[in-house]
């Protein structure tokens, strides 16, 4: 890449809110603000919100929301509609300048000359520029909108792409665009171009679907006599069929992960690795992706999002932490209280019970309903589980086990551990032929941590009554 001089460095995110922040609208925010900060730069968010009928406040909140849940700071918020002055400003001085003009032409008119002029209907065919040369003033009362007239001193626009290279539009392909509607509200391209003047935005790094409109944009900043920023477009994340990401392959807005109990970093680390390599390595620290992170290592086709993979990633970040962290995790994302919700254990075994858990499970919903199971006692037991573990002798050794275990004292893991392995050898069986049942007993299935962990936590009185229970079942 460029060399590029990083105290200079501004990059935008400009989110519109008209519905949910998006996960395809958040990775292009994170590569934008590890761009950023890698070079030393400034992250911008720009609110585009001069679509005044669909913007609201609770999808501006939500985006805001979104970016503290993933812990990415910006460095200056600018709200595009306290700009709309300058923006009708800006429209009139291309007027004066004989770079733009008002458009009385109603949607008919210009059907009606396609059709006279080509002999037939075409959808591709362009606006004539009948109003480009009109010298009447006879309209001047009619509504109008505000068309760019397309520079005659050039037949194509060029960009170097930062992701994909040089890349050319013929200006054949172009009309003489609309740059404010009939109402007088200035369009996409237009206030884009301003704002980002106004901001000094040095580059432009955003999704692929935006590259129809670079040219258009590229025009009117040598029309306003602005430095055109660097672009960088992003290929977009694509579900399995290799179609746009829909409900049906993921979850598409961004709260709906944390409330699914997925954790930020890990969902950061993700998407970041969505598109972008740093040689084999899958997982990084926001420290090692802010040091790495660079343009020239994006990838120029569509990245598939693949849910599993998220799973497996969520669960490797929930292993390596601690279960204070975990559980405060869950308090402040999910707004959940494990010390009442598991009323009656201790926060020392609450913790205990988050580090066997964490091993096992790969969200933060999973280790919850985990832990609420183990508290509450099964309703319920496996029924495959209880076909492969239960003999004709299982009844009478579970009835051995209440008997050792109701005469322990201390009902403690190492005690606990040894009266059972006593057990299995005095009646002549493995101890994985006495262990499944007693995990069927606690939580209803043969699927859980160590029993010994888990009888010392349940406690002695609680856990000899779900023996007792599950007894009643295999009747």
């Known amino acids: ?175 003489d665009f609309i740059i404010a509607r009939s109402d007088g509200t200035p369009m996409y391209n237009l206030v884009a171009v301003v704002d980002d003047n106004f901001m000094k935005i040095t580059h432009i790094i955003r999704g692929e679907d935006h590259i129809s409109n670079t040219p258009k944009q590229i025009m009117l900043y040598e029309a306003f006599g602005f430095k055109v920023p660097e672009f960088a477009h992003v290929p977009l994340i694509v579900g399995p069929s290799g179609d746009k990401l829909s409900k049906r392959d993921a979850a598409v807005s961004v709260l709906e992960y944390r409330d699914q109990g997925y954790l930020a970093d890990a969902l950061f680390n993700y998407l970041v690795r969505l598109g972008w390599s740093h040689g084999d390595q899958e997982i990084f620290t926001k420290k090692e992706l802010i040091a790495y992170f660079d343009l020239d290592h994006v990838g120029k086709k569509g990245a598939i999002f693949d849910v599993d993979k998220l799973l497996w990633l969520n669960g490797v970040y929930m292993r390596e932490m601690l279960a204070a962290e975990i559980e405060k995790t869950i308090s402040q994302d999910l707004k959940i209280d494990l010390q009442s919700t598991l009323s009656g254990w201790s926060s020392k075994n609450i913790l205990r019970l988050i580090d066997l858990y964490k091993e096992r499970t790969k969200t933060l919903k999973e280790l919850i309903a985990s832990l609420e199971l183990l508290h509450q006692g099964p309703k319920d037991y496996d029924k495959a589980a209880i076909e492969k ?87």
């Open 1 to 175: 890449m460029k060399n590029l001089k990083k105290e200079n460095i501004r990059v935008r995110f400009a989110p519109s809110p008209t519905g949910y922040l998006h996960i395809g609208n958040l990775r292009a925010a994170i590569f934008n603000w590890l761009f950023a900060r890698h070079h030393g730069g400034k992250f911008l968010l720009r609110v585009e919100d001069t679509d005044r009928e669909r913007s609201k406040q609770e999808y501006k909140d939500y985006m805001l929301d979104s970016l503290q849940w993933m812990g990415m700071d910006y460095d200056e918020l600018v709200t595009q509609s306290e700009h709309i002055d300058e923006h009708k400003k800006m429209i009139d001085k291309l007027i004066d300048e004989g770079k733009a003009y008002r458009c009385y032409c109603t949607q008919e008119e210009i059907e009606q000359r396609k059709k006279d002029n080509l002999g037939h209907d075409d959808l591709f065919a362009g606006y004539d520029g009948f109003c480009a040369h009109r010298t009447s003033e006879e309209d001047t009362n009619k509504p109008y909108t505000v068309r760019f007239k397309l520079p005659k001193d050039k037949n194509s626009i060029t960009f170097d792409d930062l992701i994909r290279g040089p890349i050319t539009f013929e200006l054949d392909q172009f009309d």
């Open 389 to 475: 573990w239960v003999g004709e002798k299982t009844h009478e050794h579970i009835e051995k086990l209440i008997v050792v275990l109701e005469a322990k004292d201390a009902f403690e893991h190492g005690q606990l551990a040894g009266a059972i392995k006593g057990l299995c050898k005095d009646i002549g069986i493995k101890l994985v032929a006495l262990a499944q049942p007693i995990r069927l007993s606690l939580t209803g299935t043969s699927a859980s941590p160590g029993v010994f962990e888990l009888l010392e936590i349940v406690g002695k009185e609680e856990s000899v009554n779900r023996l007792k229970n599950f007894l009643k079942k295999i009747e």
